[in-house]
């Protein structure tokens, strides 16, 4: 699932008249680069969800011919429900027997997919892999420095925090879930984020820190970072 609902209020003014999927990076938009990795990683379903802007989207996907795979549309355009209310809403869009890759759509990164798969399928019990690493971030998950489970947050600047502290890592804003989890969503609110879904029951049920070695990876959802998502995009 591509989260691409977002209102792009740090893109700001180019958000005024598209939606942020929509934003070009090296003559083509966001959306297009993560399909494309999506692409290479073998997927051959997507689901998106749209808001701002929604009907920008499905036109581009149509014009698309959706890259060539089963694409389809979670529509949020009466009303944004944020990450776990849109997640939740796409359910019935989803395989109920496959854990699901979910990717914000202004992230690029280096993230071997199938390594991530793989090792959630080894782990067998694991409800949720987040992928994360050791970066400057005032916001940080915690987590279990031997087995990597998560235990809780804390935003260093200002000192709040959720759960136990422990060994401190940024989320990507990419993770794998099990559809086991969704029937613990049906009494949140219509509106609700994934992460507060998540620091809610990680003392329940097994959700983990993945972390790739010598991970790269930019949140290209801001001004000041696409001028140098180009050059970033041209390493990977």
């Given amino acids: 699932m591509l989260l691409a609902a977002g ?11 598209m939606p942020k999927a929509l934003v070009p990076v090296a003559g083509k938009p966001l959306l297009y680069h993560v399909f494309q990795r999506l692409l290479s990683a073998g997927f051959e379903r997507v689901v998106v969800n749209v808001h701002h802007f929604g009907e920008q989207i499905i036109d581009y996907l149509a014009a698309q011919g959706n890259f060539g ?3 389809r549309v979670s529509d949020e355009r009466g009303f944004l ?5 849109g997640i939740r809403k796409a359910a019935p869009l989803f395989d109920a027997g496959s854990p699901v890759f979910i990717h914000n759509v202004d992230i690029f990164s280096d993230l071997d997919i199938n390594a991530l798969y793989s090792a959630y399928e080894q782990a067998g019990d694991v409800d949720a892999a987040l992928v994360v690493s050791q970066r400057h971030s005032p916001r940080q998950l915690q987590f279990e420095p031997a087995t990597h489970r998560l235990l809780g947050w804390q935003n260093t600047q200002t000192g709040e925090q ?6 401190p890592l940024a989320f990507a804003g990419i993770h794998l879930i099990s559809p086991r989890l969704f029937p613990l969503m049906e009494s949140y609110p219509e509106k609700f984020s994934i992460i507060t879904f998540y620091l809610d029951i990680c003392g329940i049920r097994t959700l983990v820190g993945y972390e790739q070695p010598h991970f790269r990876f930019m949140d290209v959802g801001k001004l000041d970072t696409l001028s140098t998502a180009e050059q970033f995009l041209a390493d990977l």
């Fill in 81 to 85: 429900l944020d990450t776990g209310g």
């Fill in 162 to 167: 959720r759960g136990q502290l422990g060994l």
């Fill in 7 to 17: 209102l792009g209020t740090r893109l700001r003014p180019l958000t005024d008249t």
């Fill in 69 to 71: 795979i089963d694409v």
